[in-house]
Antibody, heavy 120, light 110 residues
Framework: EVQLVQSGAEVKKPGESLKISCKGS????????IGWVRQMPGKGLEYMGIIYPGDSDTRYSPSFRGQVTISADKSISTAYLQWSSLKASDTAMYYCARGMVTYYSGMDVWGQGTTVTVSS | QSALTQPASVSGSPGQSITISCTGT?????????VSWYQQYPGKAPKLMIYDVSNRPSGVSNRFSGSKSGNTASLTISGLQAEDEADYYCSSYTSSSTWVFGGGTKLTVL
């Protein structure tokens, strides 16, 4: 079964760093792009960026460039989303999702989501 | 880049058909045949319903169909069922080599 399993919920303070993960299984992890999507409480989906684990080619949405870092470790089939200094406005659900074979077509497999809460 | 424009809500009775619109620009919806649609239930991850404007992934009911004209894409759900009540999001590939989502539409089955 093709699946993406994300790391568990996080509660952090403003200014702290954080790295959440997304582990792929059931398919060739290095052959598909992995994207990250933010959903703030009660709001819609926002595309953050995408990475190709095969060569770590990474592309960011203009709104998130410089705010987060997307990376991947193909040896353990895992993609990451990290922050160096969290803000309260980073409180949200974060989803990873697999791009289709032609990655611009859409995202066909989604992780279960990781809730990040940033509060003093 | 700005989010694609969707109606905030639509509603319909069981058995009816509804259409959700998704308006962008020539830099996204109008420029590429890479519009996708996602269904999301409260507290759940999104699910891909349509890709490449009008293609359904395996396992998605043929009651769901997609189309596009100019800068506007549409999702039509025919034979509306109670289980279709959810939030729906469109998405498009863009000229910036990224994606953009619509603001989402809440579908209510009356």
């Amino acid at each position: 079964e093709v699946q993406l399993v994300q790391s568990g919920a996080e509660v952090k303070k403003p200014g702290e760093s954080l790295k959440i993960s997304c582990k792929g299984s059931g398919y060739s992890f290095t052959s598909y792009w992995i994207g990250w999507v933010r959903q703030m409480p009660g709001k819609g989906l926002e595309y953050m960026g995408i990475i190709y684990p095969g060569d770590s080619d990474t592309r960011y949405s203009p709104s998130f460039r410089g705010q987060v870092t997307i990376s991947a470790d193909k040896s353990i089939s895992t993609a990451y989303l990290q922050w160096s200094s969290l803000k309260a406005s980073d409180t949200a659900m974060y989803y990873c999702a697999r791009g289709m074979v032609t990655y611009y077509s859409g995202m066909d497999v989604w992780g279960q989501g990781t809730t990040v809460t940033v509060s003093s | 880049q700005s989010a694609l424009t969707q109606p905030a809500s639509v509603s319909g009775s069981p058995g009816q058909s509804i259409t959700i619109s998704c308006t962008g620009t020539s830099s996204d919806v109008g420029g590429y045949n890479y519009v996708s649609w996602y269904q999301q239930y409260p507290g759940k991850a999104p699910k891909l319903m349509i890709y490449d404007v009008s293609n359904r992934p395996s396992g998605v009911s043929n009651r769901f169909s997609g189309s596009k004209s100019g800068n506007t894409a549409s999702l039509t759900i025919s034979g509306l069922q109670a289980e279709d009540e959810a939030d729906y999001y469109c998405s498009s590939y863009t000229s910036s080599s990224t994606w953009v989502f619509g603001g989402g539409t809440k579908l209510t089955v009356l």
